[in-house]
């Protein structure tokens, strides 16, 4: 971190003076990553109607985000193989910090707080070791703290599970290094995982897609309150294949694993780009650029219970109504209740719920 800090520090430090909250930053439901028509890149505060509630500037291109889960604060990630993550006040708009990736070491787009906002976990590749870590940052001090194994290789996302004490981990198992790009190294050889971890960086547990579904990236992750994680993949083999996209499982079970109508399977190409879940967790969805496809399926038997067709549909994030929807031509929709707001800028991957 720079020595911007001091303000971070401030912000963090207990004081008498009533901390700043989400509604002084506009009340946003949601946050996700943008690239302005003009080419700046953003991350934007989004409420629940559509509307943008702020817009503030990145560095370069982001990916996800996290969301303090007290005080107006937010860490906008750069896009895989990024060094760099940025700590914004979504009040004043400020850039507090950047966390900058060690020597070694670069972001994969996502991170999560500690319940109580000290500390932030970052999913990291060790690149020369061809291992994943979780980077442990304390924002009162200002310091990166330690890291711990990720439980596997390439972890992208990663989930603070509602018991506060537990990470959920997924590693997507794609060898990546800086020096080949984005380039995948070791299709024939990945070894996905869901790994949950203490956070102490303890291995808890650990779950496995069978060998012939070795080639399924576990990219993205969902988890609703009564512990139900959703997790969303993106096949790396033969696309004449009609593997799941969709896995749901709990901390300590098994994994049930859907598929796709073989139709929407065919328009999907192998690719889930997000997953969410409704509070009740009756619900989950997964979306589809690639086949401008969102699906919703029941999180009991897997059944698909509607689809919503949107080009270019990736981010999604849950309401209390259904699923909310963003795409890289600039839209916002809901897929229950029927609106479509249109915004110039294109929407990154994800949509981060606050």
């Known amino acids: 971190m720079t020595d911007r800090r001091h303000f971070l520090t401030g912000l963090l430090a207990a004081s008498a003076c009533p901390r700043p909250t989400w509604a002084e930053a506009g009340a946003p439901s949601f946050l996700s990553a943008a690239r302005a028509a003009d080419g700046r890149y953003l991350l934007c505060g989004l409420r629940a109607s559509g509307e943008v509630a702020f817009a503030l500037p990145?560095?370069?291109?982001?990916?996800?985000?996290?969301?303090?889960?007290?005080?107006?604060?937010?860490?906008?990630?750069?896009?895989?193989?990024?060094?760099?993550?940025?700590?914004?006040?979504?009040?004043?708009?400020?850039?507090?910090?950047?966390?900058?990736?060690?020597?070694?070491?670069?972001?994969?787009?996502?991170?999560?707080?500690?319940?109580?906002?000290?500390?932030?976990?970052?999913?990291?590749?060790?690149?020369?070791?061809?291992?994943?870590?979780?980077?442990?940052?304390?924002?009162?001090?200002?310091?990166?703290?330690?890291?711990?194994?990720?439980?596997?290789?390439?972890?992208?996302?990663?989930?603070?599970?509602?018991?506060?004490?537990?990470?959920?981990?997924?590693?997507?198992?794609?060898?990546?290094?800086?020096?080949?790009?984005?380039?995948?190294?070791?299709?024939?050889?990945?070894?996905?995982?869901?790994?949950?971890?203490?956070?102490?960086?303890?291995?808890?547990?650990?779950?496995?897609?069978?060998?012939?579904?070795?080639?399924?990236?576990?990219?993205?992750?969902?988890?609703?309150?009564?512990?139900?994680?959703?997790?969303?993949?993106?096949?790396?083999?033969?696309l004449s294949d009609d593997p799941p996209l969709l896995g749901l499982t709990r901390n300590g079970g098994t994994p049930m694993l859907v598929t796709p109508p073989t139709t929407d399977a065919k328009r999907m190409k192998g690719y889930a780009g997000s997953v969410a879940l409704l509070a009740d967790h009756k619900e989950v969805c997964i979306t589809s650029p690639l086949g401008g496809l969102a699906q919703v399926f029941d999180t009991d038997s897997g059944v698909l219970k509607r689809s919503f067709d949107m080009v270019d549909v990736c981010g999604v994030a849950a309401t209390a109504q259904g699923f909310v929807l963003t795409s890289g031509r600039g839209d916002i929709a809901h897929e229950t209740q029927g609106w479509t707001t249109p915004h110039a800028v294109q929407w990154d991957n994800h949509l981060v719920p606050i």
């Not at 940052?137 to 890291?147: A, F, I, M, V």
């Not at 959920?168 to 990945?190: Q, W, Y």
């Not at 070795?214 to 009564?226: D, E, G, Y």
């Open 58 to 238: 990145l560095p370069d291109r982001g990916h996800a985000a996290a969301a303090h889960p007290e005080q107006p604060l937010a860490v906008g990630f750069a896009r895989r193989p990024g060094r760099f993550a940025v700590v914004l006040d979504c009040v004043t708009g400020q850039e507090i910090a950047r966390l900058d990736a060690p020597e070694g070491r670069h972001f994969y787009g996502h991170g999560a707080f500690s319940p109580d906002g000290a500390h932030l976990f970052t999913s990291e590749n060790d690149y020369d070791a061809a291992r994943g870590v979780i980077g442990v940052w304390s924002l009162g001090s200002g310091k990166r703290l330690t890291e711990f194994h990720s439980g596997g290789v390439g972890p992208h996302d990663i989930k603070l599970m509602p018991d506060g004490q537990t990470l959920v981990v997924a590693n997507g198992g794609i060898e990546t290094h800086p020096d080949a790009g984005r380039t995948k190294l070791n299709i024939p050889l990945m070894e996905p995982n869901l790994s949950f971890l203490g956070l102490d960086g303890s291995l808890l547990d650990q779950q496995e897609l069978d060998r012939a579904l070795h080639k399924n990236s576990i990219r993205h992750l969902a988890v609703a309150p009564n512990g139900t994680v959703g997790f969303a993949m993106q096949w790396q083999g033969d």
